[in-house]
């Protein structure tokens, strides 16, 4: 059974880092690109990252590139998302999921499936 579990959300203050985790279970897991999404309060679940499922690929919102950079050890099925000059817009819960189709945008929500439970990310300003 495939899953998605997140970890390492938290509360901090504006300019901190914090490093999220995603652990995806299935045999085959390393062979799919891995997508970060979030949803603050009222707002739709948005884009954040993904990355191939060599690492060699990496597409960010540009509301976090060059603050944000997605990786993966497919040795352990993780992938990470280390969040760095965090801002209080940052604030959401952030979901990791496996992109099962690539008929589109790697940026579409309706690429993904397997979607975890999620972490809260509270940035405080």
């Known amino acids: 059974q495939v899953q998605s579990v997140e970890s390492g959300g938290g509360l901090v203050q504006a300019g901190g880092s914090l490093k999220l985790s995603c652990a995806s279970s299935?045999?085959?897991?390393?062979?799919?690109?891995m997508g970060w999404f979030r949803q603050a309060p009222g707002k739709e679940r948005e884009f954040v990252a993904a990355i191939s499922w060599s690492g060699g690929s990496a597409s960010y919102a540009d509301s976090v590139k060059g603050r944000f950079t997605i990786s993966r050890d497919n040795a352990k099925n993780m992938v990470y998302l280390q969040m760095n000059s965090l801002k209080p817009e940052d604030t959401a819960v952030y979901c990791c999921?496996?992109?099962?189709?690539?008929?589109?945008?790697?940026?579409?929500?309706?690429?993904?499936?397997?979607w975890g439970q999620g972490t809260q990310v509270t940035v405080s300003s």
């Open positions: 999921a496996r992109r099962i189709k690539t008929s589109g945008s790697v940026y579409s929500i309706s690429e993904y499936d397997y």
């Open positions: 299935g045999r085959t897991s390393s062979t799919y690109t």
